[in-house]
């Protein structure tokens, strides 16, 4: 009987209010659902984030420190020498990469992909590049002296000798010879944990202007030279004479004149070394450029330019010499 009055009941409800119950009812749910799993919402404005000259400079070196960045990542841990499907993968996944080789802890080459590749190269500078800094001798000797020595064992200065490449990190050097610049990225090989030779892996840092949007507003730098002046020739003579490895002991990015414009700029540093990239400000003369707005591009042609033509990007082909531990190439 309580079944049958409340069907009776229910029938009798009009259907407008019966709508209207239910339409109540999702919206309760909603509103709780809503409350108990919140759906949060980005907010992809650029200008919301940053100010103009750090969007512009994020526009155009991006898709070229990108490339750099993956480089690195794949040589670092690689602290003994790769087997040779290694080598061939560094070829396909990086085609603007000059070439590599491998040399032994006394600098003579072992390996040389390609074996005709003219630009000079100084390896005793590479290996040179793992003797410990001033800093990191005074820590390895405080570290030394803290640790429990026999009583017969005098600590003397050789001793406390931090070795050499003490950290296995990837780091670089640039050199420029008329047939223009080239960075050398070296990762020390163990034996043992045994200092044992370095892999080396070499670029013409203009070949990465194929991945901006606008090679025409980025400059190129190190330390001592400018490498791509871009659209800014006159002010690239002014930025190459600043004391660029003082402004880098304390600092990573910042703006600096020349040529009274101010240039925002960034450093991506490659372990005591540092590739810098910079740009103008953009002015009230300045439109923004469409690299702020518009998608990179996967591929822009470089520029030419009346300093430093950028000659057509390495396409190297993986090596077909055997690496070390098979025949190795002569040089």
Not at 229 to 240: I, Q, W
Request: hydrophobic content about 40%.
């Amino acid at each position: 009987m309580a079944c049958s009055l409340a069907l009776s009941s229910c029938s009798a409800i009009p259907d407008s209010v019966a709508g209207s119950v239910k339409g109540t009812m999702r919206e309760g749910k909603q509103m709780w659902k809503d409350l108990l799993e919140p759906r949060p919402e980005l907010v992809l404005d650029p200008a919301a984030f940053g100010e103009a000259q750090e969007r512009k400079l994020a526009a155009l070196l991006k898709p070229v420190d990108e490339q750099v960045y993956q480089l690195t990542v794949y040589m670092d841990g690689e602290d003994k020498l790769p087997p040779e499907s290694w080598f061939r993968r560094l070829f396909e996944r990086f085609s603007w990469i000059s070439g590599v080789m491998v040399l032994d802890r006394s600098g003579s080459v072992l390996f040389q992909h390609p074996m005709d590749f003219s630009k000079p190269v100084d390896t005793a500078a590479l290996i040179a590049l793992g003797e410990p800094t001033e800093k990191e001798r005074q820590r390895y000797m405080a570290y030394m002296e803290q640790q429990d020595r026999p009583a017969e064992e005098n600590a003397t200065e050789e001793s406390l000798e931090p070795p050499v490449w003490l950290d296995h990190k990837v780091r670089a050097m640039s050199n420029n010879s008329t047939m223009g610049p080239e960075i050398f990225l070296a990762q020390p090989l163990f034996r043992k944990n045994d200092f044992d030779g370095l892999m080396v892996v070499h670029f013409d840092p203009r070949n990465l202007l194929k991945f901006c949007p606008s090679p025409d507003e980025l400059m190129l730098m190190t330390q001592e030279q400018v490498i791509w002046t871009s659209k800014y020739h006159d002010a690239a003579s002014t930025m190459s004479t600043l004391p660029w490895a003082d402004i880098l002991a304390t600092r990573v990015y910042g703006t600096v004149q020349a040529h009274d414009r101010n240039f925002y700029w960034l450093g991506r540093n490659l372990g005591r070394y540092s590739l810098i990239y910079a740009t103008a400000e953009p002015g009230e003369d300045e439109p923004a450029s469409p690299a702020q707005t518009a998608a990179v591009p996967e591929a822009a042609p470089a520029p030419e330019d009346a300093g430093a033509t950028a000659p057509a990007p390495h396409q190297e082909s993986a090596p077909e010499a055997t690496v070390p531990g098979g025949a190795a190439s002569p040089q």
